[in-house]
C-alpha cells in the first residue's frame, strides 16, 4: 500500500529538480531515491516505513489507541531534507569542537538538536549514517561501551548544529551529570532532544532517569528505537507496543511516534555498498524509516510555516506555540519562531489540536 502510494508520486519528485535544491547536490538526492524505488515493493514498505510493517499485524482496527503512525514524510519532504544533510561547497557539513562542560560549548545560534541514550545504544552510529553523504566528516563509533566522552558539536550547513553526546549508565564519564544535565537545562538554543533506546532490551532503568530529565526540563523529545536488525519481529512488535504505551501514558513532553532506525542494518547495507562501496554505512534515508527521522529533523527547527500540507509535526510546533501563548506550559519554544506567523493559525489549528492529538485536552 504505502509503496503503491510511494511509486505513484516518484514522478512528479523527479519533475521537482530545481526546487529541491540546486545543480548536482539535488540530482544526487535522485540518484539515491531511485535506487530505493526499484526495490521490491516489501523491501521497499521495510525501509521507508517500518512501522506500517508491524501495523500489519494487528487485527484491522484493533488497537485504535496507537498512535504508529502519525508522522508520515511524502518523498519529496524526504528528498528536502536529505538534501540539507549533503555536503557541498554551499553547505558545508563539518565537526566543529568539543566540550566537557556546559560552558566550554561553543556560543552558537543555530537551533541545536541532540542525541541522548545509554552507552552503546548507537548514538554516533545514527549520527554516522546520517553524515553519509558527508564521507569526509569523522564520527567515532566503538563496541565498546562508553567510547564518546565529550559533547561533539557537528555544524549541518546554515540549518542546525547536531550534538553527540557521551552514554548514560555503564562506563558513563564521570562527569557526565555536570556535562550532560546541565547542558540539557541550559542550553538555549537546544531545539530537538532524540533519546535513543535499545530495541532489544526496551526501556531501562538509566533510560527512566533520562527521560525523567526531559520531562522535567520540559525537552520536546523523540524516542528513536535502535539496532531493530538485532531481535526477531515479533520481539520488535512487543517492545514498539510497551514502549509506545509508554510514551502515551506516562510522558508529557515525548513526540507520540517512534522512530525505528538501524543504521547498520544488514538488509541494506548491499544497497548502500554497491553505491558507495569505500563507505560503511547506508545514506541516512536508506536505513529503515529514513523516510522520518530526516525531516523531523529539519522541520523541527523551521521557523517558517509549510503552508496548508504542512506535516502533522509541524503542526504539532504550533500547537506547542499554542501552548506558550496560554501559559499553560513552560517555555518550550521560546524561539525566533515565536515571531513567525504562525500564531495567525492558531484557531485553525486549535481545532485540529481538539480533534486530533491525543494530549489536547490535557494542555486547555
Ligand atoms: N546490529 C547493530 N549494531 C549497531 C547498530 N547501531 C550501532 N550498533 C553497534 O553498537 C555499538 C555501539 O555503537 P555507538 O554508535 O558507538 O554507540 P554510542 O551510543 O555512541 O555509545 P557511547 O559513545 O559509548 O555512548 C557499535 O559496535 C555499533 O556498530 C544497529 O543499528 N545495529
Ligand atoms: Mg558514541
Not at 510497551?242 to 513532553?253: A, N, P, Y
Not at 506567523?341 to 486549535?350: G, K, N
Request: glycine residues 6%; positive net charge.
Amino acid at each position: 500500500m504505502a509503496a503503491h502510494r510511494l511509486r505513484q508520486s516518484v514522478g512528479r519528485l523527479f519533475a521537482m529538480g530545481p526546487e529541491l535544491g540546486s545543480g548536482r547536490r539535488a540530482f544526487s538526492a535522485f540518484q539515491a531515491f531511485t535506487e530505493v524505488l526499484r526495490l521490491p515493493s516489501k523491501q521497499l514498505t521495510k525501509l521507508v516505513f517500518p512501522l506500517e510493517e508491524l501495523h500489519e499485524h494487528f487485527v484491522p482496527g484493533s488497537r485504535p489507541d496507537l498512535h504508529l503512525n502519525i508522522f508520515h514524510p511524502s518523498l519529496e519532504d524526504i528528498a528536502r531534507a536529505e538534501s540539507f544533510f549533503t555536503a557541498s561547497a554551499r553547505n558545508r557539513i563539518e565537526y566543529l569542537t568539543s566540550a566537557v562542560r556546559l560552558d566550554h560549548a561553543p556560543d552558537l545560534h543555530r537551533p541545536e538538536v541532540c542525541f541522548i541514550g545509554r552507552s552503546n545504544v548507537g548514538k554516533s552510529s545514527l549520527i554516522k549514517a546520517l553524515f553519509s553523504l558527508a564521507p569526509e566528516v569523522e564520527v567515532r563509533v566503538s563496541k565498546k561501551p562508553g567510547h564518546t566522552k565529550k559533547l561533539n558539536f557537528y555544524k549541518v550547513g546554515k540549518y542546525f548544529t547536531l550534538v553527540d553526546m557521551p552514554g548514560y549508565g555503564y562506563r558513563a564519564p564521570e562527569d557526565f551529570v555536570d556535562m550532560v544535565e546541565t547542558y540539557l537545562k541550559e542550553r538555549k538554543n537546544l531545539m530537538r532532544t532524540f533519546l535513543l533506546v535499545d530495541s532489544v532490551v526496551g526501556i531501562q532503568k538509566a533510560d527512566n532517569i533520562a527521560i525523567e530529565m526531559c520531562e522535567e526540563f520540559a525537552l520536546p523529545y523523540v524516542m528513536v528505537l535502535t539496532k531493530i536488525d538485532k531481535p526477531s519481529k515479533g520481539h520488535l512488535l512487543k517492545q514498539v507496543l510497551q514502549i509506545q504505551k509508554f510514551v502515551d501514558t506516562k510522558t508529557q513532553g515525548c513526540f507520540p511516534q517512534l522512530f525505528p532506525v538501524s543504521p547498520l542494518g544488514s538488509s541494506v547495507h548491499g544497497i548502500s555498498q554497491a553505491r558507495r562501496p569505500e563507505w560503511p554505512f547506508p545514506s541516512p534515508w536508506i536505513f529503515p524509516n529514513h523516510g522520518s527521522i530526516l525531516p523531523l529533523l529539519h522541520w523541527q527547527v523551521d521557523s517558517q510555516p509549510l503552508g496548508h500540507q504542512g506535516s502533522p509535526f509541524n503542526l504539532h510546533i504550533r500547537i506547542k506555540l499554542h501552548i506558550i501563548k496560554y501559559g499553560s506550559k513552560s517555555n518550550w519554544w521560546e524561539t525566533k519562531s515565536l515571531k513567525s506567523p504562525f500564531p495567525l493559525m492558531l484557531d485553525y489549528h486549535s481545532l485540529f489540536f481538539i480533534t486530533s492529538s491525543r494530549k489536547g485536552h490535557k494542555c486547555y
